[in-house]
């Protein structure tokens, strides 16, 4: 294992994960008198926002992921790893990396992120993967994709329509986006391609156990978005809680009666989030708390107390927001809190280098905006006059902008908005691919 | 297993495989009076001239990748199926898919392609894949890309220097492209990405067994490819022979001398191609021959012997050209004969339903071309004043726009120009995308 090259004195710091907290606390320190190691599973920074696209077959992979090197080739103080942080030794402090070998440090920032949670019942992942990186992206797209062809070699119609049933689980943003575009692809993409079923007749289940779709936005939102995915054809059922998952269908419990069964053959798990496992061996290691979700208590700083060199941020973070005049609220698990707690933790330690005390995080929250389909979607703006809500056509042009405006540093985001725009007008979908295809019985390899 | 639909009493057309072969004669076929079912493994038909730009992460896969249903949406007498026909009983007219299914057929066209041959050490492939699909294409990508990343954490120089050393194994066109794509990588696109070596003390190593490199073609052009990829920095070894392969290296018999050992840990396979394995249970089952490579000798119209009812096409059929008052001479395996034996294909099928007599196959040659990197290919054409013969610079740009031209039909031509001139100007790659990454240990799914 190669040291990092920690150029004569200058602090080693290490940051854990290149999700956007991990990049933006990379960027922030650029010219700090530091030497930085960065370090992720992959070699690929995410722009984990429209992993649905590329599950859904609209967008291909290398639109939203960047190469990490890349991305910093011009940072001379950043040696980029890739690699997996296995466990972190708080009083020695260094890092274990997946085959065994040691990075030490001087300041670390754990930026591991999340990953679903079953909720204890881990055995339905095979039967319902959930959509964090590009590889569960990949899993989805070609089970959505595979569905349809099996569909078109089924005589029985019984178990056609459960190759024809999709259901996504959580009515979350990423359980209404997927949902929304399963429903555009069934009514809009796909007619005329297939000759034994008409592919509109697919059924798409949308199933929440709370009250209603897109709790953290206000009820009018939430209510329009029901409406919005009603229109596009999705069946939206709320207060359902899944009891039973298997390789050909679900059990669900509604709020209001018996279970009932679903035959569905591709099933979509966008229900729960935990924290990378790496935050409950470090907060072991730290003397730190975890909460329920695996979230590593911080320090108003980002801190871990006891260990000043030690910052969490992002959604391994259970982070608090310090408004001066205002209690502590929670930081919800969005992508832009992750970035400014990623800013917070690189001026902290520049503070720290410089002898100064540090400051309390403090999220300032511009809004919120969630896309359901073509031209849908659901916008609450923060703004100094009130909340500006609003939500359709305008919604999901404002959502679209946003998006490929933050696509910056990406690759080609004229390449992104012509395959939209070609997408948009045409109501294709040109990232059909499915891979992974078993081998030939006597292909040679 | 849905029966295809028959229309009345019009004649089943089965043609295995969306190759060149296949997908050219199903076009053909069009406003024939007969049913089509087209089985392929894959979803997509793949423009394999461009799969060492995906293999080698400068173009992503949905670019080069249309999917089959969607090329055929308008032609209501094809059904697609995806599939893989294992057998075929041509007493019977029947073929079987991979999972027992039956498909029965008056009319046959097997356009079943070629794979990879290790000329019998299938042991090979785990340590050399070779390049004929998407996942082919994948599994390369990942190795290279891997390879630099490993060389960034080895601190030993010698295995280092075994993680930077690239062999490609075949001097035709695919070996040519890729050893000169792996060139440009090395000294162009990862220069000030890592910290721990200097990529461009890669070295890319070109073996192959005959005397030159691109035995195809004239001469003077393989004279020209060899200098231009030794210009680029790629090492050419002509009459190499590789006698042992493993997961760290390989050992080369050259012509002159004993046996060396090249440690080198990602080998690409370039070699050999064998034809399906299809064709040779076709053979058997119809009473034709197989040549060497597996290849079905058909008759001059396609045709098998004692079955008029099947003809074989593209790279596994043994085909010869036949011109009035000429030899007939073998057909090369290349893309442009795949799509002129579909055509044949389908006009005899045509004529026999009119009861008319067949005609012969043949080939026109409208010359050769190879690309070995940026600004460098060499084109052979065939011309009536006799051949014309460029290289460099203006065959490059030559093959450029002739590859772009034949991706009529796919998604976005725009998209793939865009990618390759900002690809051109910045010489960067955007297709770094490694998947297939472990799970974390601990992970939910």
Redesign the interface.
């Known amino acids: ?5 920690t150029t004569s004195q200058r602090p080693h710091v290490l940051i854990v994960g290149c999700g956007f907290g991990g990049l933006e606390a990379a960027r922030a320190l650029r010219d700090a008198p530091v030497a930085i190691t960065l370090v992720d ?4 920074h995410l722009f984990q926002p429209l992993l649905y696209q590329v599950a859904t077959a609209g967008l ?4 939203i ?1 960047a ?1 990490v ?2 991305l910093f ?2 940072q001379r103080n950043l ?6 942080v ?1 466990a972190i030794d708080a009083g020695l402090r260094q890092a274990t990396l997946e085959d065994g ?1 040691l990075l030490p440090y001087d300041h670390l920032i754990v930026a591991a992120g999340a ?4 909720f204890g019942r ?1 055995d339905w ?2 039967f319902a ?2 959509l964090k ?3 569960d992206a ?1 899993e989805i797209r070609r089970r959505i ?2 569905a349809f ?1 099996a569909a ?4 029985d119609p019984v178990r056609r329509q459960a190759w024809l049933t999709f259901v996504v689980i959580g009515g979350g943003p990423t359980g209404v986006e997927m949902a929304g575009t399963l429903a555009e692809i069934a009514r809009h993409t796909l007619p ?5 079923f008409d592919p509109s007749s697919a059924r798409i289940l949308l199933l929440e156990g709370g009250p209603r779709v897109l709790q953290a936005m206000p009820e009018v939102l939430s209510a329009s978005a029901q409406r919005q995915l009603e229109k596009l054809g999705v069946q939206v059922r709320v207060g359902a809680r899944v009891v039973a998952i298997d390789g050909t269908g679900l059990q669900v419990q509604p709020d209001t009666g018996d279970a009932c069964r679903i035959d569905a053959r591709c099933v979509v ?1 966008a229900a729960g989030v ?1 924290a ?2 790496l935050g409950r061996q470090l907060a072991q290691a730290a003397g730190a708390e975890t909460d329920r979700a695996g979230r590593v208590l911080v320090q108003p700083d980002l801190s871990l107390a006891g260990h000043p060199e030690i910052t969490v941020i992002g959604d391994l973070a259970a982070a608090r927001s310090h408004a001066p005049g205002k209690e502590p609220r929670p930081v919800p698990g969005v992508s832009p809190a992750a970035k400014q707690m990623g800013r917070t933790a690189a001026a902290n330690l520049r503070r720290r280098l410089r002898g100064e005390p540090t400051q309390a995080f403090r999220y300032r929250d511009f809004g919120n905006l969630a896309t359901i389909g073509r031209n849908s979607a659901v916008v609450d703006l923060a703004s100094p006059l009130g909340p500006l809500r609003f939500s359709g056509y305008w919604a999901w042009l404002f959502w679209l902008f946003a998006h490929v405006y933050f696509l910056i540093g990406f ?2 985001r ?2 992104v908005l ?2 939209w725009a ?1 997408a948009y007008w045409s109501r ?1 979908r ?8 078993p081998p ?6």
């Open positions: 294992m190669a040291q990092p090259r599973r992959a070699n690929h291909s992979a290398p639109a992921a190469p090197r890349f080739r011009d040696t980029s790893l890739m690699g997996e296995t070998s990953t679903h949670s079953y881990d992942a095979a993967p959930g990186t590009l590889d990949f994709l595979l062809e078109e070699r089924e005589a005329g391609e297939f000759r034994n798990w935990a990378s496992p690759r080609n004229l390449v012509i395959d070609s294709q040109y990232a059909r691919v499915i891979s992974d295809i030939q019985p006597g292909k040679d390899g």
